[in-house]
């Protein structure tokens, strides 16, 4: 990874839990559509969060899912605060993550966001339509409620623009006037695909969603070696 100062544009709350934290780095810097950043806390206080944008994106985009306060990730935002209110500046080390985009697969795509994994997916969805790709590719957005899908607009978007994409939003609790899955986000995959089988998977979420759901889809015929996920690298 390199370090790299930033420059805090904006500290913005997409709802009462989620905040969206805008970069714009002083050196441009690599990555691939689903890598992460760590925010410099302190010399040995690294704090990982996906980059929502694709490559060479002007600025970098994160989501923080902070509804917590004193929490972990209610620490780097009021940190943005702070830096936005005096220089402006942030330390960043990127890019990190083997859980990117695999462009040159033609394997039909199946994305997985919970809460604020969508920013995860955001950048891989992104660098897709940045390389012209037409894949077939479909995205599952679970939420516990439709003001946790924070930016469902964009993903109906993507869904309405490109004949290869269908965006799935899953929400446990809703409406009746919801245009949507009701139900668990792994049981409404389950309940959607008899076999995996052939697909590129790529997930991101809470840890104990993710290490649930690769039990859900080892018994559909998931191939592991195309699962992807950075939090498979914690846990077992």
Not at 11 to 30: G, H, M
Not at 44 to 54: C, E, G, V
Request: charged fraction near 25%; charge should be negative.
């Amino acid at each position: 990874m390199n370090t790299i100062s930033c420059k805090i544009e904006t500290v913005t709350p997409f709802n009462d839990a989620v905040y969206q934290i805008i970069l714009k780095p002083e050196t441009a810097f690599d990555f691939k559509a689903g890598q992460y950043l760590c925010v410099v806390m302190g010399e040995k206080d690294k704090r990982p969060f996906s980059i929502a944008s694709a490559p060479n994106a002007e600025y970098i985009e994160l989501h923080i899912g902070a509804a917590v306060s004193e929490s972990y990730p209610m620490q780097v935002v009021e940190r943005m605060k702070e830096c936005l209110a005096n220089d402006g500046l942030i330390e960043i080390e990127a890019p990190g993550g083997e859980a990117y985009l695999r462009h040159e697969s033609q394997r039909p795509r199946l994305l997985i966001a919970g809460g604020t994994g969508f920013s995860y997916i955001k950048s891989i969805v992104e660098g897709q339509i940045a390389l012209g790709q037409k894949i077939e590719t479909t995205l599952y957005w679970g939420c516990r409620n439709a003001d946790a899908m924070y930016y469902e607009t964009i993903a109906r978007e993507w869904h309405d623009a490109h004949p290869w994409l269908h965006f799935v939003p899953v929400l446990e609790e809703a409406g009746g006037d919801w245009k949507g899955k009701k139900a668990n986000l792994l049981a409404q995959i389950k309940t959607d695909f008899v076999s995996l089988h052939g697909y590129d998977i790529y997930i991101a979420g809470r840890f104990d969603m993710v290490g649930a759901a690769r039990e859900v889809f080892r018994a559909i015929g998931v191939e592991e070696e195309h699962l992807y996920g950075d939090a498979f690298a914690f846990i077992k």
